[in-house]
């Protein structure tokens, strides 16, 4: 009852403060004839505002109220004004909606202040400012609000709730001038007409800019989840308003090209008595579409974004992937050929309007050829989905984790697909069909992480791959999903050379967390935002004189806002780690070193040496850096690239790189998907 409650006071109070604020756009607009005032369709506009401006402060009481019961979690605290008073008080929620009552209070009195005066242009043009500060407000509690950098995303909500206004809020004044004509048989006067065409001018612009600022916004809500359009609650309401939104679009135009011409420019009785009668009720419909348009952008503003929806249960068989399909057979001719069908169908709709063709025509090819587009291009981009395809993994993409889908990989894979997940176990001639390469091909990139879930599962139907459900918990075939995403990355890696390539951070390393010698503890990502980080994967005693010059050089190093943390690749006691460790003054990693071992080994591969064939040759010594945004950025391997960080004037050379380098990527996720 709390969640209709509080969407009918949001939805009331907007639309109140969009009509207030479009209305006096219009009144400025037209009112650069001073004898628009005094019209009667005018007249009854100004008597609204006064109401409009109160139901926006009765709107703004009842979001604080039911804001303060979901808040608190208190449903009685709804009805309580000094629950309302301590979240005024105390939340940053609290006093965006105190700011908001305030520029709301001052929007009542300038239109009551307009009221009681000889009226003026300036007067509606300093209410319109007036009216736009509560929408403003508004926006910097809005979703975009709430994002890392949330600058650009909140200018460019605000700009398209403030143009929403323009259309919407103007759309009262347009029915009050076509509804004010007494006679429906002669033209509407010259300066209602001039009011209409000046405004019209005015709309088409705007309306375009809507658009523009609506994707923006969308985009940035739904973000590379555009499955969620069709899967969440987010997805739904947002295409309910786009349909809307193009049905008002279709009125708009009708009325912008046929009807409103006809009741300004024509003397034909019957054509002017014709146009006014669509031009009332489709503006009508239009303004009660938007009412409703505006109910489901508030619904929108209140629902979780796409991007952090789960889909927990895909409900098709199918989904639409270039990536798993792109390189197929035919796939690219067919999805041009269905772009250029596209082509001519946007072409058919302008050769319509040029070469005036009749409705039906105008209307149906088209649509014709969009359909066919689609009917040409999508099939070949369609793969097999599952319930789970969408599913966010609940293990996050960690050392302990990869460490862990190592070994059940190793148990139960190697079979089939070899010791490095290449398809080439000494059961692969067996099977009906050749099992996939989990390192080489791009398999990962191409299917979700749900997709290998359910494989993993229910095993894939006339391949031979059994499903593994009764074998391994959840947990650890979710883990297996982590181990195969880390062995294909770090086959990825093997671009990866003692250079920094400036600006190009693109892979994120397996997060961790650990337990030193001498007492500290921490997770990789402490670091972002901070330091660099320099992992040392040694081997004793092999890796004793490269430790020496770090030690050496560990000063410098820490002047480039660079920590060590060196990782044992053999197996030591504690005593011999404390030993070790005696010498050195950077942490030697004590609980964790194993499961982190086994992580960045697979990233141990160098496009000089691939090392696809048997078990594998892991390394006795590497080093890698990972930037202060989270990513990996560079890798030493003494036996592969001689001398390398060896020389350290070139290593302190990267460290300055990455110092120098400014935020251009977002921190990689924690999650694969």
């Known amino acids: 009852m709390i969640e209709i409650i509080a969407a009918f006071a949001r939805w009331t109070q907007l639309v109140a403060n969009l009509i207030i604020f479009g209305s006096c756009i219009f009144l400025a607009i037209a009112g650069q004839q001073k004898a628009v005032f005094e019209s009667s369709w005018a007249t009854r506009l100004e008597r609204g505002l006064p109401w409009l401006g109160g139901i926006i402060l009765i709107g703004l009481l009842g979001v604080l109220a039911t804001t303060t019961g979901e808040a608190t979690g208190i449903a009685a605290n709804t009805w309580r004004p000094d629950a309302w008073l301590e979240v005024v008080q105390q939340t940053r929620m609290g006093q965006m909606w105190a700011t908001r009552a305030l520029f709301a209070l001052v929007l009542l009195g300038i239109i009551l202040y307009i009221r009681q005066v000889y009226r003026v242009r300036w007067h509606y043009i300093l209410c319109a400012v007036a009216a736009s500060l509560p929408l403003i407000a508004g926006s910097m509690v809005s979703h975009s609000a709430a994002e890392e950098m949330p600058l650009v995303p909140v200018f460019t909500y605000a700009l398209h709730i403030l143009l929403a206004g323009i259309w919407f809020g103007a759309l009262p004044a347009f029915l009050l001038i076509i509804f004010s004509k007494e006679d429906p048989g002669k033209p509407l006067d010259l300066l209602s007409a001039e009011s209409l065409k000046k405004f019209s001018a005015v709309a088409l612009p705007t309306m375009v800019i809507i658009m523009g600022t609506g994707l923006i916004v969308a985009d940035r809500m739904v973000g590379k989840d555009y499955h969620a359009l069709v899967a969440s609650a987010y997805g739904w309401v947002l295409n309910i308003k786009l349909l809307l939104l193009v049905i008002i679009l279709m009125i708009a135009y009708r009325a912008r090209s046929r009807w409103l011409p006809a009741l300004t420019q024509n003397n034909d009785v019957e054509q002017i008595q014709n146009g006014s009668q669509r031009l009332r009720k489709w503006v009508s419909i239009e303004f009660v579409l938007a009412f409703f348009l505006v109910l489901f952008a508030t619904i929108l503003a209140n629902t979780k974004p796409a991007k952090h929806a789960m889909v927990e249960n895909w409900p098709y068989s199918f989904r639409f992937s270039i990536d798993a399909t792109w390189y197929e057979p035919n796939v690219q001719l067919l999805f041009w050929g269905g772009v250029a069908l596209l082509i001519l169908a946007a072409g058919s709709v302008w050769l319509g309007f040029k070469k005036k063709w009749e409705m039906r025509k105008r209307i149906g090819i088209p649509v014709a050829l969009t359909i066919a587009s689609f009917a040409v291009a999508l099939p070949p981009l369609a793969v097999d989905a599952y319930p789970e395809t969408y599913q966010n993994t609940p293990v996050p993409f960690d050392a302990i984790s990869i460490s862990n889908g190592s070994l059940h990989f190793s148990q139960n894979c190697t079979s089939c697909h070899g010791p ?254």
């Open 420 to 673: 490095q997940g290449q398809g080439n176990g000494i059961l692969a001639k067996t099977l009906p069909k050749p099992p996939a390469d989990l390192l080489t091909e791009p398999h990962t990139a191409r299917h979700t992480a749900g997709d290998f879930f359910h494989w993993l599962t229910y095993g894939i139907a006339e391949t031979g791959m059994p499903g593994f459900s009764n074998n391994l918990s959840e947990e650890d075939r979710w883990d297996v999903v982590n181990y195969l995403h880390a062995m294909s990355r770090g086959y990825q890696a093997r671009l990866l050379s003692p250079r920094v390539v400036p600006e190009k951070p693109s892979i994120g390393p397996p997060i961790f967390s650990y337990f030193a010698h001498d007492g500290s503890s921490g997770y990789l990502k402490d670091f972002r935002q901070k330091k660099t980080v320099m992992l040392v994967f040694f081997t004793w005693p092999q890796s004793q004189d490269r430790l020496q010059q770090l030690k050496a050089s560990y000063d410098k190093l820490g002047e480039l806002n660079t920590t060590i943390l060196a990782i044992p690749m053999n197996d030591l006691e504690q005593q011999e780690i404390l030993n070790i460790a005696a010498d050195i003054p950077f942490p030697v990693v004590t609980e964790g070193a194993n499961e982190i071992r086994n992580s960045y080994i697979l990233y141990r591969r160098t496009l000089t040496h691939p090392d696809i064939l048997g078990e594998g040759v892991i390394p006795e010594h590497s080093e890698f850096l990972v930037d202060r945004y989270g990513y990996l950025r560079a890798r030493w391997i003494p036996d592969i690239d001689e001398n390398g960080w060896a020389n350290m004037n070139f290593l302190t050379q990267q460290l300055a790189q990455l110092n120098n380098e400014k935020a251009i990527l977002p921190p990689p996720s924690d999650h694969v998907h």
